[in-house]
């Protein structure tokens, strides 16, 4: 494996009242990056949270990397207010229309590191170009905006394309794998190239198989 392997629970699967009850048990499992999922009502028909809640949540757990991803029409217009409020990676969509290789260079100007997303619909070959300027690749394993949705098996062969173009490219770039992820299907996931797994309903009631099915994978990649 490429990278050491990451589980970065996203907080949108915790309790939405007590955030910071949902970072403490992050952090008690063992794990360091918390995923966090931003939605403006436009790109996905959902809203959720905002700079404050990043601030708030770095303020009070400041060991912890914060993995932002940004569900947005125009995340060019975001990328200071969350690098401010304490983002350490940002991840922007590649579907939307704006100037995305500007944007990932804004938040490298930042200080912080960079994603780019790429939906189920989506052919992986459209992140193609901004590959050796990029941190991670997120691929979502399903349609963006609400939690609790099933595993798509699309995901599994971008993350495959996804291993093969990073060792011919040379490149060390993260392949995080979002949605539905679970303690029966995360093991393929790592197994084709993933490094770093975005769960959230599944981290907040099954933990502890979850971490270990994952990690067994790791230890027979």
Not at 120 to 133: D, Q
Request: glycine share 8%.
């Amino acid at each position: 494996m490429v990278n050491s392997l990451e589980i970065a629970p996203s907080i949108l699967g915790g309790d939405h009242a007590a955030l910071g009850e949902s970072v403490a048990k992050i952090r008690a499992a063992g794990l360091k990056w918390v995923h966090v999922d931003i939605m403006d009502g436009h790109f996905v028909p959902n809203l959720s949270f905002g700079p404050a809640v990043v601030k708030a949540l770095k303020a009070k757990f400041p060991d912890m990397f914060y993995d932002v991803h940004l569900m947005l029409d125009n995340p060019n217009l975001y990328i200071e207010p969350f690098a401010k409020a304490g983002a350490d990676l940002i991840s922007v969509h590649v579907e939307p229309d704006y100037p995305i290789a500007g944007t990932l260079a804004d938040i490298h100007f930042a200080g912080k590191q960079s994603g780019i997303t790429v939906n189920p619909k989506t052919p992986i070959g459209a992140v193609a170009e901004f590959l050796p300027s990029v941190d991670l690749v997120l691929v979502m394993s399903v349609q963006p905006g609400f939690g609790g949705q099933s595993f798509n098996p699309v995901a599994l062969e971008k993350i495959s394309a996804l291993a093969k173009m990073r060792e011919e490219m040379k490149l060390s770039f993260r392949i995080e794998v979002d949605g539905g992820i679970t303690a029966a299907n995360v093991a393929e996931c790592v197994r084709r190239g993933a490094d770093t797994i975005v769960a959230g309903t599944e981290f907040f009631k099954n933990a502890q198989a979850l971490l270990e099915s994952a990690n067994s994978a790791q230890r027979g990649a």
